[in-house]
């Protein structure tokens, strides 16, 4: 895909904040922590508020940014089934604006993507093959936790 601009310092900062939030929704789920994805799902809307906020209506990066504003309400969950299965419409929006910023801003390189290829089972509705950020290593898979914590890939950048 071609190059989008290059992202100012508020939209560096709000980047930033979004994929925090998702990662630790990620870190949470991986944890099998339900009260830390309940703690951190209230954070998800205000930090997509303020990444729509940083980026103008007209912005080649809106695509991207609309994708994570239509999943930006996390709700809080009963069980960590429900919890991810919450989370993954979020995911699908991090991973894809994620992965961009690697291919293009030096400072978002380091974000790492896994790929879990049997999520099937992990949430009602499940896609075979999901994927999640993380703003480190090791890998750590939020789909089924402690019970496959280390099932999944990297996704380097391309």
Known sequence: ???LPPLTTAQREAAKQFLGVAAALASAL???NLGDF???APKVHPAVAALATAFSKDSPWRPLISSAESVAHVDSAVDLRAARKGFHPLSVAAVAFAKRLRAQEAEFGSIKVYRC????ESFPGAPAAAEWIQTAG???NPWFGAEMIECGAEVKPQ
């Open 38 to 40: 309940n703690s951190a």
């Open 117 to 120: 290829p049997m999520t099937a």
């Open 30 to 32: 991986a944890s099998d």
């Open 1 to 3: 895909p071609a190059a």
């Open 138 to 140: 090791p890998l750590r």
